[in-house]
């Protein structure tokens, strides 16, 4: 058993942008471990385990087909780190959000997520948190009872 590094956490959030870009949800549920749990506004319940993930992303990549996202900042401290992250693409598919399903708009989107994640002692990510604004993507979608 190994234990992780900041770098290497710092590397992981790295690798996890570049995948998410690349279109690979594969590549993206790889850097989770087995067991993971992620906390996220648009599930009830905390996805868990990498197919979950995977699922979670290929998601997003069928609603943004178009989807990038610009890592703006991380801070790692221990086996945690923070990333804040803008993604951008136009709404061409089913959107899943905690408010239920969006069919597409083509409507481009451009919202910022938080991601707080720990890393297990093998530096795959076993706990993550992410957090968006659902009211802000809801206005940009064209509900008129959530823009600001």
């Given at each position: 058993?190994?234990?992780?590094?900041?770098?290497?956490?710092?590397?992981?959030?790295?690798?996890?942008?570049?995948?998410?870009?690349a279109h690979d949800a594969v590549g993206v549920a790889a850097l989770y471990g087995q067991d993971a749990s992620v906390?996220?506004?648009?599930?009830?319940?905390?996805?868990?385990?990498?197919?979950?993930?995977?699922?979670?992303?290929?998601?997003?990549?069928?609603?943004?087909?178009?989807?990038?996202?610009?890592?703006?900042?991380?801070?790692?401290?221990?086996?945690?780190?923070?990333?804040?992250?803008?993604?951008?693409?136009?709404?061409?598919?089913?959107?899943?959000?905690?408010?239920?399903?969006?069919?597409?708009?083509?409507?481009?989107?451009?919202?910022?997520?938080?991601?707080?994640?720990?890393?297990?002692?093998?530096?795959?990510?076993?706990?993550?948190?992410?957090?968006?604004?659902?009211?802000?993507?809801?206005?940009?979608?064209?509900?008129?009872?959530?823009?600001?």
């Amino acid at each position: 058993m190994s234990t992780s590094s900041a770098d290497q956490h710092r590397d992981v959030i790295h690798r996890w942008v570049a995948s998410f870009n690349a279109h690979d949800a594969v590549g993206v549920a790889a850097l989770y471990g087995q067991d993971a749990s992620v906390v996220h506004p648009a599930y009830r319940q905390p996805l868990r385990g990498r197919k979950p993930v995977q699922d979670d992303t290929r998601a997003y990549m069928v609603a943004l087909p178009n989807v990038s996202a610009e890592l703006n900042r991380v801070v790692v401290d221990q086996d945690c780190a923070a990333a804040q992250v803008t993604v951008r693409g136009v709404h061409a598919g089913l959107l899943v959000l905690a408010t239920g399903t969006r069919p597409p708009t083509g409507r481009p989107l451009e919202f910022t997520v938080a991601l707080f994640c720990r890393f297990g002692p093998e530096g795959e990510i076993v706990e993550e948190h992410r957090y968006y604004d659902v009211d802000d993507i809801r206005g940009q979608l064209g509900d008129a009872e959530h823009r600001r």
